[in-house]
DNA sequence: AGGACTCTTGAATGAACATTCAAGTATCTG
DNA sequence: CAGATACTTGAATGTTCATTCAAGAGTCCT
Protein backbone atom coordinates (compact mmCIF):
# COMPACT_ATOMS: atom_id res chain seq x y z
CA UNK A 1 0.00 0.00 0.00
CA UNK A 2 0.63 3.42 -0.33
CA UNK A 3 -1.02 6.21 0.64
CA UNK A 4 -2.47 9.41 -0.96
CA UNK A 5 0.48 12.26 -1.25
CA UNK A 6 -2.21 15.57 -1.54
CA UNK A 7 -4.37 16.05 1.19
CA UNK A 8 -7.97 15.53 0.01
CA UNK A 9 -9.48 18.58 1.62
CA UNK A 10 -7.27 21.06 0.79
CA UNK A 11 -7.79 20.05 -3.02
CA UNK A 12 -11.67 20.38 -2.43
CA UNK A 13 -11.22 23.75 -1.06
CA UNK A 14 -8.87 24.92 -4.05
CA UNK A 15 -11.54 23.22 -6.50
CA UNK A 16 -14.01 24.79 -4.29
CA UNK A 17 -12.54 27.99 -4.76
CA UNK A 18 -11.84 27.74 -9.01
CA UNK A 19 -15.48 26.37 -9.54
CA UNK A 20 -16.67 29.68 -7.47
CA UNK A 21 -14.47 31.67 -9.73
CA UNK A 22 -15.05 30.67 -12.85
CA UNK A 23 -17.80 28.63 -12.74
CA UNK A 24 -18.44 24.99 -13.61
CA UNK A 25 -18.34 25.14 -17.42
CA UNK A 26 -15.45 27.75 -17.40
CA UNK A 27 -13.31 26.08 -14.72
CA UNK A 28 -10.93 23.68 -17.07
CA UNK A 29 -9.42 21.09 -16.35
CA UNK A 30 -6.08 23.17 -16.71
CA UNK A 31 -7.41 25.42 -14.20
CA UNK A 32 -8.17 22.91 -11.78
CA UNK A 33 -5.11 20.88 -11.92
CA UNK A 34 -2.98 24.60 -11.57
CA UNK A 35 -5.19 25.43 -8.45
CA UNK A 36 -5.18 22.12 -7.07
CA UNK A 37 -1.56 20.78 -7.84
CA UNK A 38 -2.66 17.39 -9.00
CA UNK A 39 -2.29 16.15 -12.31
CA UNK A 40 -5.20 15.43 -14.56
CA UNK A 41 -4.92 11.41 -13.94
CA UNK A 42 -4.56 12.10 -9.88
CA UNK A 43 -7.84 13.81 -10.29
CA UNK A 44 -9.43 11.16 -12.18
CA UNK A 45 -7.97 8.58 -9.91
CA UNK A 46 -9.30 10.53 -6.73
CA UNK A 47 -12.84 11.66 -8.27
CA UNK A 48 -13.45 10.01 -11.67
CA UNK A 49 -14.46 12.83 -13.70
CA UNK A 50 -14.90 16.27 -13.22
CA UNK A 51 -18.31 16.15 -12.41
CA UNK A 52 -17.43 13.92 -9.48
CA UNK A 53 -14.72 16.77 -8.46
CA UNK A 54 -17.32 19.34 -8.93
CA UNK A 55 -20.09 17.23 -6.77
CA UNK A 56 -17.50 16.59 -4.00
CA UNK A 57 -16.01 20.50 -4.04
CA UNK A 58 -20.00 21.45 -3.95
CA UNK A 59 -20.98 19.63 -0.62
CA UNK A 60 -17.50 20.52 0.62
CA UNK A 61 -18.89 24.38 0.23
CA UNK A 62 -22.10 23.12 1.78
CA UNK A 63 -20.37 21.41 5.30
CA UNK A 64 -18.77 24.45 5.20
CA UNK A 65 -21.83 26.67 5.00
CA UNK A 66 -23.97 24.16 7.16
CA UNK A 67 -21.16 24.96 10.02
CA UNK A 68 -21.13 28.47 10.16
CA UNK A 69 -24.85 28.26 10.08
CA UNK A 70 -24.70 25.80 13.10
CA UNK A 71 -22.44 27.79 14.86
CA UNK A 72 -24.13 31.37 14.57
CA UNK A 73 -27.62 29.55 15.45
CA UNK A 74 -26.02 28.47 19.02
CA UNK A 75 -28.71 28.09 21.64
CA UNK A 76 -28.35 30.85 24.03
CA UNK A 77 -28.64 33.39 22.10
CA UNK A 78 -32.01 35.15 20.88
CA UNK A 79 -32.65 33.82 17.36
CA UNK A 80 -33.46 36.79 15.38
CA UNK A 81 -29.76 37.84 16.87
CA UNK A 82 -28.50 35.21 14.96
CA UNK A 83 -30.48 35.52 11.70
CA UNK A 84 -29.58 39.59 11.60
CA UNK A 85 -25.69 37.90 12.09
CA UNK A 86 -26.48 35.49 9.15
CA UNK A 87 -27.97 38.37 6.90
CA UNK A 88 -24.84 40.62 7.87
CA UNK A 89 -22.55 37.92 6.51
CA UNK A 90 -24.40 37.26 3.55
CA UNK A 91 -23.77 41.43 2.61
CA UNK A 92 -20.75 40.90 2.89
CA UNK A 93 -19.72 38.02 0.97
CA UNK A 94 -21.78 39.43 -1.45
CA UNK A 95 -19.61 43.09 -1.09
CA UNK A 96 -16.29 40.95 -1.90
CA UNK A 97 -14.05 41.31 -4.29
CA UNK A 98 -12.90 37.91 -4.15
CA UNK A 99 -14.69 34.77 -5.27
CA UNK A 100 -16.22 34.62 -2.04
CA UNK A 101 -18.67 36.76 -3.20
CA UNK A 102 -20.67 34.12 -5.26
CA UNK A 103 -22.38 31.37 -3.41
CA UNK A 104 -21.26 28.27 -5.15
CA UNK A 105 -24.73 26.38 -4.98
CA UNK A 106 -26.66 28.90 -6.18
CA UNK A 107 -24.57 30.16 -8.76
CA UNK A 108 -24.01 26.47 -9.78
CA UNK A 109 -27.97 25.96 -9.63
CA UNK A 110 -28.28 28.86 -12.20
CA UNK A 111 -25.91 27.50 -14.47
CA UNK A 112 -26.82 24.24 -14.44
CA UNK A 113 -30.48 24.30 -15.16
CA UNK A 114 -31.45 21.48 -17.57
CA UNK A 115 -27.99 20.55 -17.83
CA UNK A 116 -27.57 17.67 -15.43
CA UNK A 117 -30.19 16.71 -13.39
CA UNK A 118 -27.97 14.53 -10.90
CA UNK A 119 -26.33 18.00 -10.17
CA UNK A 120 -28.90 20.42 -10.13
CA UNK A 121 -31.33 17.66 -7.93
CA UNK A 122 -27.72 17.98 -5.77
CA UNK A 123 -27.66 21.92 -5.61
CA UNK A 124 -31.65 21.61 -5.24
CA UNK A 125 -31.62 18.87 -1.95
CA UNK A 126 -28.38 21.26 -0.42
CA UNK A 127 -30.31 24.59 -0.45
CA UNK A 128 -32.91 23.08 1.03
CA UNK A 129 -31.61 21.81 4.10
CA UNK A 130 -30.22 25.11 4.90
CA UNK A 131 -33.39 26.08 4.39
CA UNK A 132 -35.42 23.48 6.18
CA UNK A 133 -32.78 24.86 9.48
CA UNK A 134 -33.57 27.99 9.11
CA UNK A 135 -37.58 26.57 9.30
CA UNK A 136 -36.36 25.02 13.14
CA UNK A 137 -34.45 27.67 14.45
CA UNK A 138 -36.89 30.24 13.36
CA UNK A 139 -40.00 27.62 14.77
CA UNK A 140 -37.30 27.85 18.19
CA UNK A 141 -37.85 31.88 17.83
CA UNK A 142 -41.98 31.31 17.85
CA UNK A 143 -41.73 28.90 20.72
CA UNK A 144 -39.46 31.34 22.63
CA UNK A 145 -41.83 33.89 22.04
CA UNK A 146 -39.27 36.18 20.19
CA UNK A 147 -41.08 38.85 17.86
CA UNK A 148 -41.63 36.98 14.64
CA UNK A 149 -45.09 36.97 12.95
CA UNK A 150 -47.36 34.45 13.56
CA UNK A 151 -46.80 32.37 10.32
CA UNK A 152 -46.03 28.78 9.59
CA UNK A 153 -41.95 29.06 10.23
CA UNK A 154 -41.31 27.09 7.07
CA UNK A 155 -43.35 29.58 4.76
CA UNK A 156 -41.08 32.56 6.60
CA UNK A 157 -38.08 30.29 6.44
CA UNK A 158 -39.06 30.18 2.21
CA UNK A 159 -38.86 33.94 2.81
CA UNK A 160 -35.65 34.86 4.06
CA UNK A 161 -34.31 31.70 2.01
CA UNK A 162 -35.34 33.63 -0.92
CA UNK A 163 -34.22 36.91 -0.50
CA UNK A 164 -31.01 35.17 0.49
CA UNK A 165 -30.68 34.19 -3.40
CA UNK A 166 -32.13 37.54 -4.18
CA UNK A 167 -29.71 39.38 -2.90
CA UNK A 168 -26.99 37.35 -4.60
CA UNK A 169 -28.48 37.87 -7.77
CA UNK A 170 -28.88 41.50 -7.39
CA UNK A 171 -25.06 41.90 -5.55
CA UNK A 172 -23.88 41.25 -9.17
CA UNK A 173 -26.08 43.94 -10.64
CA UNK A 174 -24.97 46.39 -7.88
CA UNK A 175 -22.98 45.36 -5.23
CA UNK A 176 -23.47 48.17 -2.44
CA UNK A 177 -22.53 47.39 0.75
CA UNK A 178 -25.73 49.80 1.95
CA UNK A 179 -28.26 48.68 -0.48
CA UNK A 180 -27.92 44.93 0.45
CA UNK A 181 -27.81 45.53 3.96
CA UNK A 182 -31.27 47.75 3.44
CA UNK A 183 -32.99 44.99 1.66
CA UNK A 184 -31.62 42.84 4.90
CA UNK A 185 -33.08 44.89 7.27
CA UNK A 186 -36.68 44.68 4.84
CA UNK A 187 -36.43 40.93 5.00
CA UNK A 188 -36.08 40.69 8.65
CA UNK A 189 -38.92 43.64 9.27
CA UNK A 190 -40.80 41.28 6.94
CA UNK A 191 -41.33 38.31 9.29
CA UNK A 192 -41.03 40.14 12.53
CA UNK A 193 -44.12 42.05 14.25
CA UNK A 194 -45.04 45.44 14.12
CA UNK B 1 -27.61 45.43 -53.07
CA UNK B 2 -30.06 42.34 -51.87
CA UNK B 3 -31.69 42.20 -48.72
CA UNK B 4 -30.81 39.79 -46.40
CA UNK B 5 -33.06 36.52 -46.58
CA UNK B 6 -33.75 36.39 -42.91
CA UNK B 7 -36.11 38.12 -40.37
CA UNK B 8 -33.87 39.28 -37.61
CA UNK B 9 -36.25 39.08 -35.10
CA UNK B 10 -37.20 36.02 -35.46
CA UNK B 11 -33.94 34.95 -35.47
CA UNK B 12 -33.41 36.77 -32.31
CA UNK B 13 -36.56 35.27 -31.31
CA UNK B 14 -34.70 31.70 -31.91
CA UNK B 15 -31.55 32.55 -30.31
CA UNK B 16 -32.89 34.07 -27.04
CA UNK B 17 -34.60 30.46 -26.77
CA UNK B 18 -31.53 28.66 -27.02
CA UNK B 19 -29.79 31.18 -25.05
CA UNK B 20 -32.20 30.29 -22.12
CA UNK B 21 -32.73 26.52 -22.89
CA UNK B 22 -29.19 25.77 -22.27
CA UNK B 23 -27.36 29.14 -20.62
CA UNK B 24 -24.44 30.89 -22.88
CA UNK B 25 -21.50 28.54 -22.46
CA UNK B 26 -23.56 25.52 -23.64
CA UNK B 27 -25.61 27.48 -26.49
CA UNK B 28 -23.18 25.87 -29.09
CA UNK B 29 -23.14 27.72 -32.40
CA UNK B 30 -23.95 24.56 -33.49
CA UNK B 31 -26.96 24.38 -31.21
CA UNK B 32 -27.85 28.20 -32.71
CA UNK B 33 -27.25 27.14 -35.83
CA UNK B 34 -30.15 24.36 -36.12
CA UNK B 35 -32.50 26.96 -33.75
CA UNK B 36 -31.98 30.02 -36.07
CA UNK B 37 -31.80 27.98 -39.38
CA UNK B 38 -29.27 30.05 -40.78
CA UNK B 39 -25.65 28.86 -41.07
CA UNK B 40 -22.84 29.94 -39.27
CA UNK B 41 -21.35 32.40 -41.99
CA UNK B 42 -24.39 34.16 -41.39
CA UNK B 43 -24.59 34.43 -38.31
CA UNK B 44 -20.80 35.87 -38.41
CA UNK B 45 -21.90 38.79 -41.20
CA UNK B 46 -24.92 39.87 -39.38
CA UNK B 47 -23.78 39.56 -35.26
CA UNK B 48 -20.09 39.64 -35.35
CA UNK B 49 -19.50 36.50 -32.97
CA UNK B 50 -21.51 34.44 -30.97
CA UNK B 51 -20.90 37.38 -28.07
CA UNK B 52 -22.74 39.69 -30.61
CA UNK B 53 -25.77 37.43 -31.39
CA UNK B 54 -25.88 37.17 -27.29
CA UNK B 55 -25.48 40.68 -26.67
CA UNK B 56 -29.21 41.21 -29.46
CA UNK B 57 -30.53 38.09 -28.20
CA UNK B 58 -30.19 39.57 -24.57
CA UNK B 59 -31.37 43.11 -25.85
CA UNK B 60 -34.34 41.89 -27.30
CA UNK B 61 -35.38 39.41 -24.35
CA UNK B 62 -35.08 42.84 -22.48
CA UNK B 63 -37.15 44.39 -24.47
CA UNK B 64 -39.86 42.19 -24.40
CA UNK B 65 -40.18 42.10 -20.94
CA UNK B 66 -40.00 46.02 -20.79
CA UNK B 67 -42.93 46.15 -22.80
CA UNK B 68 -44.73 43.44 -20.76
CA UNK B 69 -44.21 45.59 -17.91
CA UNK B 70 -45.14 49.11 -19.78
CA UNK B 71 -48.53 47.51 -20.62
CA UNK B 72 -48.58 45.80 -17.49
CA UNK B 73 -48.74 49.10 -15.21
CA UNK B 74 -51.13 50.84 -17.26
CA UNK B 75 -52.65 54.71 -15.85
CA UNK B 76 -55.98 53.39 -15.14
CA UNK B 77 -55.35 50.54 -12.66
CA UNK B 78 -53.95 50.51 -9.37
CA UNK B 79 -50.39 50.09 -8.69
CA UNK B 80 -50.57 47.61 -6.41
CA UNK B 81 -52.99 45.37 -8.88
CA UNK B 82 -50.41 45.59 -11.63
CA UNK B 83 -47.65 45.07 -9.11
CA UNK B 84 -49.26 41.79 -7.98
CA UNK B 85 -50.29 40.94 -12.00
CA UNK B 86 -46.16 41.45 -12.41
CA UNK B 87 -45.46 38.61 -9.64
CA UNK B 88 -48.49 36.28 -10.85
CA UNK B 89 -46.74 36.43 -14.34
CA UNK B 90 -43.35 35.74 -12.15
CA UNK B 91 -44.87 32.65 -10.81
CA UNK B 92 -46.35 31.58 -14.12
CA UNK B 93 -43.45 31.67 -15.51
CA UNK B 94 -41.49 30.11 -13.30
CA UNK B 95 -43.24 26.63 -13.04
CA UNK B 96 -43.24 26.52 -16.54
CA UNK B 97 -41.37 23.83 -17.71
CA UNK B 98 -40.46 25.32 -21.05
CA UNK B 99 -37.20 27.66 -20.86
CA UNK B 100 -39.83 30.63 -20.49
CA UNK B 101 -38.87 29.30 -16.71
CA UNK B 102 -36.03 31.11 -16.73
CA UNK B 103 -35.10 34.98 -17.03
CA UNK B 104 -32.23 35.09 -19.25
CA UNK B 105 -30.52 38.18 -17.64
CA UNK B 106 -30.52 36.94 -14.60
CA UNK B 107 -29.56 33.42 -15.27
CA UNK B 108 -26.99 34.23 -17.91
CA UNK B 109 -25.59 37.37 -15.27
CA UNK B 110 -24.81 34.07 -12.85
CA UNK B 111 -23.18 32.53 -15.01
CA UNK B 112 -20.98 34.94 -16.48
CA UNK B 113 -19.66 36.44 -13.59
CA UNK B 114 -16.28 36.82 -13.63
CA UNK B 115 -16.08 35.92 -17.32
CA UNK B 116 -16.83 38.64 -19.50
CA UNK B 117 -17.20 42.06 -17.53
CA UNK B 118 -18.90 43.94 -21.13
CA UNK B 119 -21.38 41.49 -20.68
CA UNK B 120 -22.31 41.40 -16.83
CA UNK B 121 -22.33 45.27 -17.69
CA UNK B 122 -25.06 44.75 -19.97
CA UNK B 123 -26.86 42.71 -18.12
CA UNK B 124 -26.81 44.43 -14.93
CA UNK B 125 -27.72 47.98 -16.80
CA UNK B 126 -30.67 46.27 -18.59
CA UNK B 127 -32.15 44.65 -15.17
CA UNK B 128 -31.29 47.99 -13.00
CA UNK B 129 -33.55 49.69 -16.01
CA UNK B 130 -36.90 47.54 -14.77
CA UNK B 131 -36.11 48.18 -11.03
CA UNK B 132 -36.08 52.13 -11.85
CA UNK B 133 -39.12 51.62 -13.62
CA UNK B 134 -40.54 49.84 -10.95
CA UNK B 135 -39.42 52.25 -8.57
CA UNK B 136 -41.22 54.88 -10.39
CA UNK B 137 -44.32 52.98 -10.47
CA UNK B 138 -44.08 53.03 -6.78
CA UNK B 139 -43.89 56.73 -6.38
CA UNK B 140 -46.57 57.23 -8.18
CA UNK B 141 -48.72 54.63 -6.27
CA UNK B 142 -47.37 56.81 -3.15
CA UNK B 143 -48.75 59.80 -4.34
CA UNK B 144 -51.52 58.42 -5.26
CA UNK B 145 -51.96 57.50 -2.32
CA UNK B 146 -52.22 54.04 -2.10
CA UNK B 147 -51.16 51.70 0.46
CA UNK B 148 -47.65 51.54 0.71
CA UNK B 149 -45.11 52.18 3.54
CA UNK B 150 -43.65 55.46 3.78
CA UNK B 151 -40.27 54.48 2.71
CA UNK B 152 -38.51 55.33 -0.56
CA UNK B 153 -39.68 54.14 -3.52
CA UNK B 154 -36.13 53.33 -4.55
CA UNK B 155 -35.51 51.03 -2.04
CA UNK B 156 -38.89 49.53 -1.98
CA UNK B 157 -38.75 49.05 -6.02
CA UNK B 158 -35.18 47.23 -5.02
CA UNK B 159 -36.87 45.14 -2.43
CA UNK B 160 -39.38 44.10 -4.82
CA UNK B 161 -36.60 43.42 -7.36
CA UNK B 162 -34.72 41.53 -5.11
CA UNK B 163 -37.51 39.05 -4.46
CA UNK B 164 -38.21 38.19 -8.42
CA UNK B 165 -34.32 37.48 -8.31
CA UNK B 166 -34.97 35.47 -5.24
CA UNK B 167 -38.12 33.23 -6.84
CA UNK B 168 -36.21 32.27 -10.11
CA UNK B 169 -33.54 30.65 -7.86
CA UNK B 170 -35.43 29.30 -5.66
CA UNK B 171 -38.03 27.97 -8.39
CA UNK B 172 -34.74 25.71 -9.59
CA UNK B 173 -35.11 24.23 -5.76
CA UNK B 174 -38.91 24.19 -5.81
CA UNK B 175 -40.63 24.50 -8.85
CA UNK B 176 -44.23 24.65 -6.72
CA UNK B 177 -46.61 27.05 -7.58
CA UNK B 178 -48.04 27.53 -4.62
CA UNK B 179 -44.87 28.50 -2.77
CA UNK B 180 -43.68 30.54 -5.24
CA UNK B 181 -47.48 32.50 -5.15
CA UNK B 182 -46.93 32.77 -1.39
CA UNK B 183 -43.47 34.36 -1.65
CA UNK B 184 -45.00 36.67 -3.72
CA UNK B 185 -48.04 37.27 -1.35
CA UNK B 186 -45.11 38.13 1.12
CA UNK B 187 -43.38 40.12 -0.60
CA UNK B 188 -46.34 42.55 -1.46
CA UNK B 189 -47.13 42.43 2.25
CA UNK B 190 -43.93 43.71 2.97
CA UNK B 191 -44.47 47.17 1.20
CA UNK B 192 -47.58 47.24 2.11
CA UNK B 193 -49.60 49.54 5.45
CA UNK B 194 -50.45 47.23 8.38
C1' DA C 1 -29.03 41.34 -70.62
C1' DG C 2 -24.87 41.98 -68.19
C1' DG C 3 -22.15 43.46 -64.65
C1' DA C 4 -21.59 44.74 -59.86
C1' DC C 5 -22.56 44.00 -55.49
C1' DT C 6 -23.94 41.41 -51.48
C1' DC C 7 -25.62 37.65 -49.19
C1' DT C 8 -25.42 32.55 -48.40
C1' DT C 9 -23.18 28.23 -47.96
C1' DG C 10 -20.80 24.69 -45.35
C1' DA C 11 -16.45 22.48 -45.31
C1' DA C 12 -12.05 23.62 -43.27
C1' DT C 13 -9.30 25.45 -39.41
C1' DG C 14 -7.05 25.61 -35.27
C1' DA C 15 -7.68 26.11 -30.46
C1' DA C 16 -9.43 24.34 -26.18
C1' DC C 17 -11.44 20.81 -24.00
C1' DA C 18 -12.12 16.41 -20.85
C1' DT C 19 -10.21 12.18 -20.51
C1' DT C 20 -6.94 8.16 -20.86
C1' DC C 21 -2.97 5.30 -20.12
C1' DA C 22 1.54 3.40 -20.17
C1' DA C 23 5.69 4.45 -18.04
C1' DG C 24 7.78 6.02 -13.89
C1' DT C 25 8.26 6.32 -8.87
C1' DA C 26 7.42 5.76 -4.17
C1' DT C 27 6.02 2.90 -0.26
C1' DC C 28 5.13 -1.23 2.15
C1' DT C 29 5.65 -6.28 3.19
C1' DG C 30 8.03 -10.36 3.90
C1' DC D 1 16.77 -6.25 0.05
C1' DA D 2 13.40 -7.80 -3.38
C1' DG D 3 9.06 -8.04 -5.02
C1' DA D 4 4.55 -6.39 -5.11
C1' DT D 5 1.39 -2.91 -4.95
C1' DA D 6 -0.10 1.15 -5.16
C1' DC D 7 0.07 6.21 -6.65
C1' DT D 8 1.94 9.87 -9.85
C1' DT D 9 3.10 11.76 -14.13
C1' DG D 10 2.08 14.35 -18.32
C1' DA D 11 2.05 13.56 -23.14
C1' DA D 12 -1.31 11.74 -26.26
C1' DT D 13 -6.17 11.14 -27.77
C1' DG D 14 -10.27 12.23 -29.82
C1' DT D 15 -13.97 15.30 -29.45
C1' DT D 16 -16.21 19.64 -29.54
C1' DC D 17 -15.92 24.26 -30.09
C1' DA D 18 -16.07 29.16 -32.28
C1' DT D 19 -14.63 31.09 -36.28
C1' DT D 20 -13.12 31.81 -41.18
C1' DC D 21 -13.33 32.06 -46.13
C1' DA D 22 -13.57 31.03 -50.91
C1' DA D 23 -16.96 29.52 -53.89
C1' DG D 24 -21.69 29.87 -55.19
C1' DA D 25 -26.17 32.20 -55.80
C1' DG D 26 -29.45 35.82 -55.75
C1' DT D 27 -30.77 40.71 -56.58
C1' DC D 28 -30.53 45.14 -58.42
C1' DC D 29 -29.30 48.87 -61.66
C1' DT D 30 -28.22 50.51 -66.08
Chains 1, 2 share one sequence.
Not at 143 to 159: K, M, N, S, V, Y
Request: hydrophobic share 40%; aromatic share 8%; proline share 2%.
Amino acid sequence: MRSAEFDRSQVLEQAMHTFMEHGYAKASMQKLTQATGLHPGSIYCAFGSKKGLFIEAASFYHQQKLQVFESLFSEDKPVLASLKELLANTVQECVQNTCAKVCLLTRSLNEIEGQDREIAELLARNLQQIELSLGEQIARAQRQGEAIIDEEPLALARFITMGVYGMRTYAFTNADQSILAQMAEQLLRAIQKP
